[in-house]
């Protein structure tokens, strides 16, 4: 996991202003997902792609939107439509098993504060 | 959705003393389910995994068991240790289509490693 970079570490933002949260991996992963942790609460899926150019929505997906240009690349945006965006932000990045079960591999996270 | 059921939400052990967390799980077509630990304000880092071709797995003191008839499975940690003390997550794979779908986790159980 040490392969996977979000940032930044913190991000503060106002209300109404839309953010963007980078998530940047070099483990050649086809596969990019990004999760939503809320104080003590387990992951949602937001979003993920497994491949370049092509992703589809999780279980919140409402007021977030993604791209995946890159193999590398999984930018994450919090627009102003996403009612309650304070939480901590997990990106994270698997290989492809045609049968599934390929272990994901997290990113070190963004905390955003919505002021 | 597809949602798993965790237990305990907290789980106080002395040190030395066994601990099980056990999770049922809704989606009868999984066949990855991965268990993380997570220290506070850090990612998620995987443990152990099991797929369901096998009911146990076993890696130095943790331990995995799967019963897929009854769709429930659980971490078994030994001998603990201080540094045992986090909260660990179950999860399962969806079967959303294609080969790397996202995860499904439970809320966590705070494990307490009394000395």
């Known amino acids: 996991d040490g392969g996977i970079t979000q940032s930044p570490k913190y991000l503060f933002r106002k209300e109404g202003q839309n953010v963007t949260l980078s998530c940047e991996q070099n483990?050649?992963?086809?596969?990019m997902y990004w999760y939503r942790q809320d104080p003590g609460q387990g992951l949602r899926l937001i979003y993920y792609?497994?491949?370049?150019?092509?992703?589809q929505k999780g279980d919140i997906a409402e007021g977030y939107s993604v791209s995946r240009e890159k193999k590398e690349s999984f930018p994450l945006t919090v627009t102003s439509a996403q009612k309650n965006p304070t939480a901590f932000y997990l990106c994270?990045?698997?290989?492809?098993?045609?049968?599934?079960?390929?272990?994901?591999?997290f990113g070190p996270g963004t905390r955003l504060t919505v002021l | 959705g597809e949602n798993v059921e965790q237990h305990p939400s907290t789980l106080s052990v002395q040190e030395g003393d066994s601990a099980v967390i056990k999770c049922t799980y809704s989606?009868?077509?999984?066949?990855?389910f991965p268990w993380y630990k997570q220290e506070l304000g850090k990612r998620p880092q995987l443990i152990i995994d099991?797929?369901?071709?096998?009911g146990e797995k076993k890696d130095q003191r943790i331990a995995v068991t799967l019963n897929k008839t009854a769709k429930h499975f659980s971490l078994h940690i030994t001998e603990t240790q201080p540094e045992d003390s986090a909260v660990y997550f179950c999860?399962?794979?969806?079967?959303?289509?294609?080969?790397?779908?996202?995860?499904?986790f439970g809320k966590g159980t705070h494990l307490i490693i009394q000395p």
């Open positions: 994270a990045s698997s290989t492809r098993l045609a049968g599934g079960g390929d272990t994901q591999y």
């Open positions: 483990l050649n992963h086809d596969a």
């Open positions: 792609s497994q491949i370049v150019n092509d992703f």
């Open positions: 989606d009868s077509a999984s066949n990855y």
């Open positions: 099991i797929r369901s071709n096998v």
């Open positions: 999860a399962f794979q969806d079967h959303r289509g294609g080969g790397a779908d996202g995860l499904t």
